[in-house]
């Protein structure tokens, strides 16, 4: 299945692929040995076109075509474990993001973009962009959340969802 997505590589040296089809495939990169074949494999029977976030604690959170956010964690002994899913109601076409205090933010293809609590996945607030999110959002070293839209429009929020400044790109 195609890989369309970027890796990641997470705090504990876990190389992470995501394809298409909606598997995951996980290897071990803590030595530089050669890798022919995966340590950690899940197909979540949902499509995933982008990378995952990885968590402070090295767990990933995914989103999925259906609109789907998944928060995995990879053991050590080879298994995968889904910690919670919750659904954000249109196809994620952007990789999550996650703040300096661990909060999840997600934008979907109908322009809604959510902070989601880390444990439980629980919407903390939901801010109306008012086109499809396609382009992963950046947070700045102020806590600042920039995301962007299908239909120009640049935003600047708060982690309280308080509006900072808004931009209209031509």
């Known amino acids: 299945a195609p890989i369309n997505s970027s890796a990641v590589i997470t705090g504990d040296r876990k190389l992470v692929f995501t394809s298409q089809s909606g598997t995951l495939y996980g290897f071990d990169i803590r030595t530089n040995a050669i890798q022919t074949s995966h340590k950690w494999t ?3 029977g949902e499509v995933i076109t982008k990378s995952p976030a990885v968590d402070g604690t090295n767990n990933l ?6 609109g789907k956010v998944l928060k995995v964690k990879l053991n050590n002994d080879g298994t995968i474990t889904r910690i919670w899913t919750i659904d954000v109601a249109s196809e994620i076409q952007a990789s999550p993001v ?3 205090d661990g909060f999840l933010y997600v934008g979907n293809k109908l322009g809604d973009f959510y902070k989601l609590n880390p444990d439980n996945g629980a919407t903390i607030w939901k801010y109306s962009t008012g086109a499809a999110i396609k382009s992963t959002p950046t ?3 102020f806590g600042t959340i920039y995301i962007s839209n299908t239909d120009g429009l640049v935003t600047a929020l708060n982690t309280d969802k308080s509006l900072k400044w808004t931009y209209q790109a031509d």
Do not use: M, P, R, V
């Open 42 to 44: 899940l197909n979540f």
């Open 61 to 66: 959170i995914i989103g999925t075509q259906s």
């Open 98 to 100: 996650i703040d300096a």
């Open 139 to 141: 947070i700045s070293e």
